[in-house]
């Protein structure tokens, strides 16, 4: 290849230019990439679905190794509590759409990338649309109604899947949906049942786990692209970031997945997503009770006892006045120190730890145990502005 008298090397029917042949020159001397490899970068589209943990390490590699075009969807601002781990974001984005802020530090990181934004959250109803078109999908989502949309979806375009999720000190990380390979229902064919499963609020993350589990997604797409290497297709990496441990569990294509097998889902559904827990009343479900409503019923003395199921070091953050400790850990060893004469109102940081207590209670005997809806964040926002955020 010879440079043109202008500033672009011909690969293909791709064009580098000169400040692209200098900003990739680690690649260029890399036998396994060179300017053929850099050509199939530039001419990649990857859409990243997620902006946050994952999707912040993912989308910044992506765009420096040159990735022709990246897609990004998102549909929430930056939070503050974000910032421990969603590196895209910083302090003075607080606020801003994830989008806005993703875009600038792209922008500034590449300007040769092509970025095309879908500022909506992925949905039934136009994840086709949205991955159409797309080379490879990277999933950075951080709940199972969307993870499972987007597994769908690539099956049903035919688009790989690299996939990776996170939960406090481990991750997964996989490529789905590849011609031969298995997709994410051959591993878990559905959701798990709501409240099952707590979020990253309730449960926790180490801030630099995303940023080893979405470096790794980044690696496998780049990896994919480029055509070198091999791939973990059919396999899922376990990673223990505790124990710095990295395991790897073969998985193989189900002929009776209803995705990719027998092919019986033929068109999207939105899933429950597991860690939102519904209020279900009636035979087994668990009573909650809003923020506003339990303040009204504290004012007018009513009976009954709140009952805080968050951890040690949470309950020394904040609390509601009157309630007594029992972390969900010690909730059945506890239960016979609680009264079944008094109405329980349970509650956690969001909601979901106090129905999993509530149905413990429940299956020892206690009728009356309601759920703040919530947890003691909604009440922060509804009642008590005064507690400190977490």
Not at 43 to 57: E, I, K, N, W
Not at 58 to 86: C, H, K, S
Request: hydrophobic content about 40%; charged content about 25%.
């Amino acid at each position: 290849m010879t440079a043109t008298i202008t500033d672009t090397v011909s690969s293909g029917d791709e064009l580098l230019s000169n400040a692209e042949l200098l900003r990739y020159s680690r690649h260029l001397v890399l036998p396994e990439v060179g300017l053929e490899g850099q050509r199939r970068l530039k001419q990649a589209r990857v859409l990243v679905v997620g902006a946050g943990g994952l999707g912040s390490p993912v989308a910044l590699y992506l765009a420096a190794a040159g990735v022709g075009t990246i897609g990004l969807v998102d549909f929430d601002a930056v939070d503050e509590t974000n910032l421990q781990r969603q590196i895209l974001h910083g302090t003075s984005t607080i606020g801003t759409p994830k989008l806005d802020s993703a875009e600038a530090r792209l922008r500034d990181l590449n300007p040769h990338v092509k970025l095309e934004r879908f500022d909506v959250r992925l949905s039934a109803n136009n994840a086709l649309a949205i991955l159409r078109g797309f080379d490879l999908v990277i999933d950075g989502t951080d709940n199972f109604g969307t993870r499972y949309l987007v597994n769908d979806a690539c099956v049903l375009l035919g688009i790989p899947n690299v996939y990776g999720s996170i939960y406090r000190f481990e991750g997964q990380v996989s490529l789905f949906a590849t011609k031969d390979g298995p997709c994410y229902r051959c591993l878990f064919r559905q959701p798990p049942p709501p409240g099952a499963v707590p979020n990253c609020a309730e449960g926790g993350v180490l801030g630099v786990l995303p940023g080893l589990v979405g470096t790794i997604q980044a690696a496998e797409a780049i990896k994919h692209i480029l055509r070198i290497g091999s791939s973990l297709t059919g396999q899922l990496l376990l990673v223990d970031a505790l124990g710095l441990q990295f395991r790897r569990v073969k998985v193989r294509k189900d002929p009776e997945c209803p995705a990719c097998g027998t092919r019986t889902i033929d068109r999207l559904v939105d899933e429950v997503v597991a860690c939102e827990v519904p209020a279900p009343r009636g035979r087994g479900g668990v009573a909650e009770i809003t923020p506003i409503e339990l303040d009204d019923r504290l004012k007018r003395g009513d009976g009954l006892l709140l009952v805080d199921v968050r951890d040690p070091w949470e309950w020394s953050l904040a609390r509601l006045s009157g309630a007594r400790l029992v972390p969900l850990d010690t909730i059945a060893d506890a239960a016979g120190s609680l009264p079944k004469d008094l109405e329980l109102v349970l509650y956690c940081k969001g909601g979901v730890r106090s129905i999993q207590a509530a149905l413990e209670l429940q299956a020892r005997g206690f009728e009356r145990v309601t759920s703040l809806a919530g947890g003691i964040g909604r009440w922060r926002e509804e009642v008590d502005p005064s507690l400190p955020r977490y």
